[in-house]
Nanobody, 126 residues
């Protein structure tokens, strides 16, 4: 069993940056592919970014490519999402996710996620 706890969300102006983090406990994340999803009010949860077990492969949604960077520190059992050039449409609850069987070079699928965090709110004002 893996417990995931996000932190580092908040309110930022358009064009600003945030760096949410996801701390895992219970098991090492080095055996899991890790990702981030987000869900805006009234919308379905959508894939944002994913990282393979050792961080060697990453994949991003087109909407965040070039602005967001996923990284991980397996020694600290933590995953990060560096978000830059934020836009109001990035406003959502951001969820950390662990997928034990992700196939790289494609988006993670929410229905295949093994463990979810509780989410952290990111609000971008215009």
């Amino acid at each position: 069993q893996v417990q995931l706890v996000e932190s580092g969300g908040g309110l930022v102006q358009a064009g600003g940056s945030l760096r949410p983090s996801c701390a895992a406990s219970g098991r090492t994340i080095s055996n899991a592919h890790m990702g981030w999803f987000r869900q805006a009010p009234g919308k379905e949860r959508e894939f944002v970014a994913a990282s393979s077990r050792n961080g060697g492969s990453t994949y991003y949604a087109d909407s965040v490519k070039g602005r967001f960077t996923i990284s991980r520190d397996n020694a600290k059992n933590t995953v990060y999402l560096q978000m830059s050039s934020l836009k109001p449409e990035d406003t959502a609850v951001y969820y950390c996710a662990a997928d034990l069987a992700w196939t790289t070079a494609q988006p993670m699928r929410a229905t295949w996620i093994d463990y979810w965090g509780q989410g952290t709110q990111v609000t971008v004002s215009s």
